[in-house]
């Protein structure tokens, strides 16, 4: 029986609907592939750092006495020597505590010889109660006196004896007040010519922190009141290293840095130290590390920020793949991968042990669309590319192509992501 014309049309659609829906529903699983060309090149790999330039010696210069800013003979950016006159404070205090000092120590020089005085005249009484006791003495012998004079006459001697001691540690210590008194006048000195603030050492001012008539109190520590760089066309940048980048950076490695102020210059330098007193911020741990480098033009300022890059490794002319190929895994199951591995004689890996750090697998795109692991060591690297050291596994030459990421038109499952890298 011949099925009629009106049933055939419908049949015939249903089964190219279900033709186009398998058909169309291989592609969406088919994987588009993203990739890159092996190049050949120079690499280097690079600590990225940031820190701030400052002088090799930075003087802070304060008052050691207090009072009131009379005079400022220095402002930013001045140049000034060793011993010139930077400021002074009001010394009408200080030079009458002067006066008061030289006035008590004349006063206790006095007191030292009315001291000496007394102890002459004490000197001068005991020779005479001396004298009047050994004569008593001689007539107590003859029984001309009572034995009542002659105690009278011991007792004198004795006291007079008591004076002399009395008189000669007066002496004494009418003399230690005059050294109390010179120690107290020096200090008054010394506090007058502290009034006078002289540059410790050639440099420039690179702060002022006071103005002329402003009162500045000592009493705790020195008020600040410049601050001195000593040579600007040697200066340093400290760079705030991290702690997993410490151990490729030693003295004597060249360095390269940059700062806003001059975008495109570059400026060149020498790591002098790590310093081994690490700073923790959160958690991150970090170290100074001490960059010293010449600024003859005056080009940099203390303070600005400097974006460092130290050089600890490089390769020339070396093979090299974009580090996103080494990241890169089909979207195919596990089984699938350990065939592809075993067919390429890739045999670590296809028994499932994790490679070692200083190996990797990267999968080359052929014409076809079809995938072959190459088993690589792996160099030094940038973070953008990576050197191959060794091919183990496999064929790779510059210019092929390795695959970084791949997209398929249809998830896997509801809750898989579409793009594989």
């Given amino acids: ?63 050691q006495v207090s009072g009131t800013i009379l005079r400022l003979n220095a402002d930013f950016n001045t140049r000034v020597r060793k011993g010139d006159i930077i400021a002074e404070i009001e010394p009408s205090v200080f030079r009458g505590a002067v006066l008061q000092a030289s006035a008590d120590l004349e006063s206790a020089r006095a007191s030292v010889e009315v ?29 001309m006196i009572s034995p009542q ?64 008539g402003q009162t500045v109190a000592a009493s705790l520590q020195a008020p600040t009141i410049f601050t001195i760089a000593q040579d600007l066309t040697k200066m340093r940048v400290y760079a705030k290293t991290d702690e997993s980048d410490v151990g490729s950076i030693r003295a004597g490695q060249p360095v390269s840095f940059k700062v806003d102020a001059f975008p495109k210059d570059r400026f060149e330098g020498v790591v002098s130290q790590v310093r081994m007193n690490a700073t923790v911020v959160q958690n991150v741990v970090t170290y100074d590390t001490v960059i010293e480098f010449e600024n003859r033009d005056l080009k940099l300022f203390p303070g600005m920020t400097a974006y460092v890059t130290i050089p600890v490794a490089s390769a020339r002319n070396v093979l090299k793949v974009p580090n996103a190929a080494l990241r890169y895994r089909p979207p195919v199951g596990a089984e699938e991968i350990r065939a592809l591995y075993l067919k390429y004689g890739i045999e670590a890996e296809a028994r499932g042990g994790a490679p070692p750090a200083d190996q990797a697998v990267v999968w080359k795109l052929h014409a076809d669309k079809s995938l072959e692991p190459v088993a690589i060591g792996l160099g030094i690297t ?20 390795v695959v ?14 579409g793009i594989r890298r």
């Fill in 1 to 63: 029986m011949i099925p009629s014309r009106k049933w055939l049309i419908p049949l015939g659609g249903a089964a190219l609907i279900g033709l186009l829906v398998i058909l169309g529903s291989g592609r969406r699983t088919q994987p588009q592939y993203f990739t890159a060309k092996v190049e050949r090149g120079d690499l280097r790999d690079a600590v990225e750092a940031t820190g701030m330039v400052n002088a090799v010696v930075t003087v802070q210069v304060g008052s």
């Fill in 115 to 143: 001291a000496q005085a007394n102890l002459d005249k004490a000197k001068a009484t005991l020779v005479q109660a001396r004298a009047e006791y050994e004569r008593n003495d001689r007539l107590a012998k003859g029984e």
């Fill in 149 to 212: 004079q002659l105690e009278a006459a011991r007792a004198g001697y004795d006291e007079a004896a008591a004076s002399v001691g009395a008189a000669q540690a007066g002496v004494t210590q009418a003399r230690a007040m005059v050294s109390q008194k010179t120690a107290a006048q020096a200090v008054a000195r010394t506090n007058l010519d502290h009034t006078v603030i002289r540059s410790p050492i050639d440099g420039i001012v690179v702060a002022r922190s006071v103005d002329v």
């Fill in 382 to 401: 940038d973070h953008t590319y990576t050197a191959v050291a060794r091919i183990g596994k496999g064929e790779l030459k510059e210019g092929e192509e």
């Fill in 404 to 417: 970084t990421g791949s997209v398929t038109a249809r998830p896997q499952n509801p809750g898989a992501q």
